[in-house]
């Protein structure tokens, strides 16, 4: 359980990170 729970943690992270980082590109645009 505390292996699925890391790999469901990473992937939310990377989402995120990769939200983040839209926002600021199209925010500079």
Known sequence: MKFI???I???S???AAQG?????SGAEK
């Open 5 to 7: 729970a890391a790999v």
């Open 9 to 11: 943690f990473s992937l």
């Open 13 to 15: 992270v990377l989402i």
């Open 20 to 24: 983040f980082a839209a926002e600021e």
